[in-house]
Structures are given as C-alpha cells and as structure tokens.
DNA sequence: TGTAGCATGTAAGCCGTTACATGATTGA
DNA sequence: TCAATCATGTAACGGCTTACATGCTACA
C-alpha cells in the first residue's frame, strides 16, 4: 500500500503490539502494562514515547483508536490491534531476526578503574546494585504471583517472568562473588 | 571556571575516561579497547561517537590531544587524560551515583506473546540466543586470559571479566531452563 | 477541599547508530 | 598491486528521556 520495503517497526512500536496482543487499553493503560511487564526485561518507555507511537501505528493502520465514556463524563481513547496488526504481529515473529540482548552495566563500568576508587565506596556500590535487584525480584514476584495459573493465554507471560526471577537470583549470586573478590583483593593490597 | 553547575559527562565520556585510564591512546585504539572490554558489559561506542566525545573532552580540558609519528610518515594524534581528567574521574567515583543496570531482552519482549509464534521459530530463537552468549563467553574468556595474572593494575579489570564469565555462563543456565520449560508448554497444547 | 490517580499530549535535547567520505601504511 | 588495517572525521537519522502543559475524577 504504502510503496517501498517497509519501514521496518522500532523497539518501542512492537512493544506496543506485544501489549495490545494482551487486549484494547488505553494510553496511559498501556504504560501500567509496561511497568508491571516489559519493564523488568526490556523496557519502560515514557508516556510520551508511548502515545507518539499509539499516533504512528494508528496512522499506519496497525491499530485503530476509538473513544469510549469512563467514569463521568470523560471520554477516553481505547486502541486495539487491528487485523493489520495482528498480521504484522506474526509477521515480525516469524521473519525478522531477533536482536541481541543489551546489557549495560555501570556498576562495571566503575569497577573497572577501582583501584582509583574508595574501597568502601566500591562495596557500597556493590550493596546498592544488589539491593536494587533485590527490590525488583519482589515486585517481579508479586507480579508473577497476581498472573494466577489459571489463564492460559497468560501462560507465556509467566514463563518469561519466571525467567526473569531466576535472571534475578543468579544476579545476586554473582555479586555476592564480586564482593568476596572485592574484599580479598582490598585486604591483599592493604596488607602490601 | 565554566560557571554553573557542570553538565554532567554522558556515560560514553565517562566509560572514554576509564578507557584512557589505562594509558594513552589513539581514537582508534581506544575503539579497539572498549570492543575488547567494555563491549560485554557496557557499550561499544561508535568510531564516530568516540571521536565526538574526545573533542568534547578536549575541549573541556580533561583531556589532552598530542601528535606523534607513527609508521613512515603518518601523524597520530594521541588523547590521554590530564590531571584534571584524572580529577574528574576520581570525583565522579566519589560522588556520581551508580544508575541502575539497563538490560534489554528482545528474546523475551517475543515470548510475551509465545503463543502467537510457530513453536519450532520460538526455539530456533532461544538457541540463537544461547549460541551468541556462548560465543561471548568465548570471546571474553580469549581477552581475560590474554590480561595475565601479573600486571596488578589490571587486577580490576581482570576481576569484571571473570564476573562478566560467571554472567555467562549462568545466562546458557538460564535459557536451557528455558528451553525445557516451553518444550513442556508446547508439547502440552499439541496434546490438547 | 484537596490530593492522588487518570488521562493526553508537545517541545527540546541528548545519546547513539548508520551511512558517507577520505586517505595512508603494511604485508602478502 | 591488492587487501587489510590504521586512522579520522561529518551528516543524517532515529530512539528515548525530561520537562513542560493541561485538565478531569474519585475519594478521604
């Protein structure tokens, strides 16, 4: 329709198909889904972001916005995949490649130059990077918890949140290590 | 001296200071050194990125551009850190808060919606994904073992490798878990 | 009555990648 | 002589965050 390879989606787009596969929601909906989901593996895109995507897609006929009464008097605008997106869904599933993994961590960054660092500093960092993670492994819980066994379409969810709960545990592992090797090597240069 | 409160280096300035931490460089060989470090952890900027930032740098005053001859005729300029630079580095290890790992599974923004995928694409997915860290984890083990155990300088970095192998390795844990756990859910909705 | 949550957007700016552009040196 | 590597940049574009701007509704 529109001529010329189509302009491939961008992260954020397919995030919002990956959402509204879950069922029509409004904008600011839609940034609750992403805070309780996508959050914890991919992203948490501003509201911003989300509703100038919602605009694109719309525009781009993959979803289709309607206004409906909540509340009193306000109307609010509910999206929905459309049959053209649900095709680009499966599209993108089964073509394009998958991207690699990003990671990045700024803890590490720091590590790197630890020897022109505080020692007590560098462990606090540790702790503090570990709390964090700490932190989210509950809220990823509750999360995983409030999915309930029972619905089956949720079943792909709960897997990749289960995921996500394990991702945690070895994190904190491996900091644990970290900080062991911190402090070996802290007293090994302490004594020197 | 530039008035106002210091406009925060962007995290690709600070990771090109750790860089220059460990010695002079040309723009080049710093590139060459974030692909062989910084790249499993943090980033690896872009030629034009890193040029970017050193002119920044150098402008700023934290850095500091000399030419040397290199080869037959070939004049390299060579950046390394002044001693404000080296200020610079240490407060920002002292004062800086550590921002939060950011991590992003496009793997898993897919599995979300699992269920909308030809399950055999889903886990040829899951193996591409494991042999890239696999591979990874080879590429980083080549460059840890090639710091050496003498150089204590290199103490710190040798220790974020070591961290980064264990990472890993528990990643190939992880998606072998994975795996397992959607061969399960396939195999059971094939039986229904 | 006031505050937290619901709801929707615009504008500016930074960060980062890709593509483009150029040219010297080394070694096969 | 040809290819790989060394070496340095500019331009355009896209993604994403922050700040700004606005207003309604439910509930305590």
């Known amino acids: 329709m529109t001529g010329g390879p189509r302009p491939k ?3 954020t787009a397919q995030a919002a198909l ?3 596969a879950f069922g029509e ?3 600011y909906e839609l940034k609750q889904r992403a805070d309780n989901t996508l959050r914890f593996f991919f992203a948490a895109p501003a509201m911003s972001q989300l509703y100038g995507e919602l605009g694109r897609l719309t525009a781009a006929g ?3 916005d309607r206004f409906e009464r909540r509340g009193g008097d306000r109307a609010t605008r509910v999206f929905a995949l459309t049959r053209e997106g649900h095709t680009e869904l499966a599209r993108w599933l089964a073509e394009d490649t998958v991207p690699a993994t990003t990671f990045k961590s700024h803890l590490a960054l720091r590590l790197m130059v630890g020897h022109l660092a505080d020692p007590r500093r560098v462990l606090a960092d540790v702790d503090g990077e570990r709390q964090r993670i700490s932190a989210e492994r509950v809220a990823l819980l509750a999360v995983v918890d409030g999915l309930g066994p029972d619905d089956p379409m949720l079943g792909w969810a709960r897997m990749v949140g289960t995921w996500g709960l394990r991702y945690f ?3 904190m592992r491996q900091l644990d290590e970290l900080r062991s090797a911190i402090e070996a090597k802290v007293e090994g240069s302490e004594r020197s």
Do not use: E, H, T
């Open 169 to 171: 545990d070895d994190s």
């Open 18 to 20: 990956v959402l509204l």
């Open 9 to 11: 989606l961008g992260a």
């Open 25 to 27: 929601a409004s904008g």
């Open 62 to 64: 993959l979803v289709a």
